[in-house]
C-alpha cells in the first residue's frame, strides 16, 4: 500500500520559475525522503528529512516538513529544463526496513 | 564508486512465458531490494534481502514470482508464467546495512529493467 500520495500529479512551468510539490502521508514517520526519476532511468535520492526537524535546504532545493499535518513539500527554485523529471516522496514500511513510494509528481519544466 | 547493475535494460516476451532480470547491488552494501513500478505509478517494493535473506516478501506474487540472492551479493528476479499485467520496470536497489532506526537510509537504485509482456 502507498503511505505518501504527492500533489499535483502533474506540473508545467517555464524556466527560471519555482515549482512546489506536496506529499500527505499516513502514518508517523522518522523521516521522509524525497527521490527523483528521469525518463527511463532509476529513482536517484534527494534529500532526507528527519522528524525533528521543520526545513532543510540542499542547493535548489528546499524541503519543509510539517508532522503535525503529516504533510511535506519540495521546493524547487529558478528551475530549469533539466529539472524535468519525476518527484517521488517516500516513507519507511511499519517494520522500518524499506521505502514506500507515493505515485509521484511529474514536472516538465519548458525553455 | 560502480552504482547498481540491472541486466537486461529491455525485455519483450509472450504471455505464459518465462524471464528473469539480474542484478548486482553496490559493493558492500547488505540490503537489496526488487521494486515493481508500473506506468504512471511509484515504485512497489516487491521484495527485500538483508545479506541473503528474505526481510519481506509479503507483496510478492509467490505462484508465479521468485527471487534470491546466493551468497548474499547477486540477485536474480524470476517470473513464471508471465502475464500480461507485469508489464512493468523492475527496479533493484541496494542500501547499507541499518544502524539506526531514526536516521533512514538512502537507497540506491538500478537503471531498471523494462518488461513488455504481449
Known amino acids: 500500500s502507498q503511505q505518501g500520495e504527492e500533489d499535483p500529479q502533474a506540473l508545467s512551468i517555464q524556466e527560471g520559475e519555482n515549482a512546489t510539490m506536496n506529499c500527505s502521508y499516513k502514518?508517523?514517520?522518522?523521516?521522509l525522503q524525497w527521490y527523483r526519476q528521469n525518463s527511463g532511468r532509476g529513482l536517484v535520492h534527494l534529500i532526507l528529512?528527519?522528524?525533528?526537524?521543520r526545513e532543510k535546504h540542499s542547493g535548489r532545493l528546499r524541503v519543509t516538513l510539517d508532522t503535525s499535518k503529516k504533510s511535506s513539500s519540495l521546493l524547487i527554485t529558478a528551475s530549469r529544463a533539466a529539472d524535468t523529471a519525476s518527484y517521488f516522496c517516500?516513507?519507511?514500511?511499519?517494520?522500518?526496513?524499506?521505502?514506500?513510494f507515493g505515485k509521484g509528481t511529474t514536472l516538465s519544466v519548458s525553455s | 564508486e560502480a552504482g547498481v547493475a540491472q541486466s537486461p535494460r529491455y525485455k519483450i516476451i509472450e504471455k505464459r512465458q518465462s524471464v528473469a532480470f539480474w542484478c548486482n547491488p553496490i559493493?558492500?552494501?547488505?540490503?537489496l531490494y526488487w521494486y515493481q513500478q508500473i506506468l504512471g505509478q511509484g515504485p512497489k517494493l516487491l521484495i527485500q534481502?538483508?545479506?541473503?535473506?528474505?526481510?519481506?516478501d509479503s507483496q510478492l506474487p509467490k505462484d508465479r514470482f521468485s527471487a534470491e540472492r546466493l551468497k548474499g551479493v547477486d540477485s536474480t528476479l524470476k517470473i513464471q508464467p508471465a502475464k500480461l499485467e507485469d508489464s512493468a520496470v523492475y527496479l533493484c536497489?541496494?542500501?547499507?546495512?541499518?544502524?539506526?532506526?531514526?536516521?533512514?537510509?538512502?537507497?540506491?537504485f538500478g537503471e531498471g529493467s523494462w518488461l513488455t509482456v504481449v
Open positions: 502514518t508517523s514517520i522518522n523521516n
Open positions: 536497489a541496494s542500501s547499507p546495512l541499518k544502524r539506526d532506526r531514526g536516521v533512514g537510509n538512502t537507497i540506491y
Open positions: 559493493s558492500g552494501h547488505a540490503t
Open positions: 528529512i528527519r522528524s525533528n526537524e
Open positions: 517516500a516513507t519507511a514500511n511499519q517494520a522500518g526496513t524499506a521505502l514506500i
Open positions: 534481502f538483508q545479506n541473503n535473506g528474505v526481510v519481506d
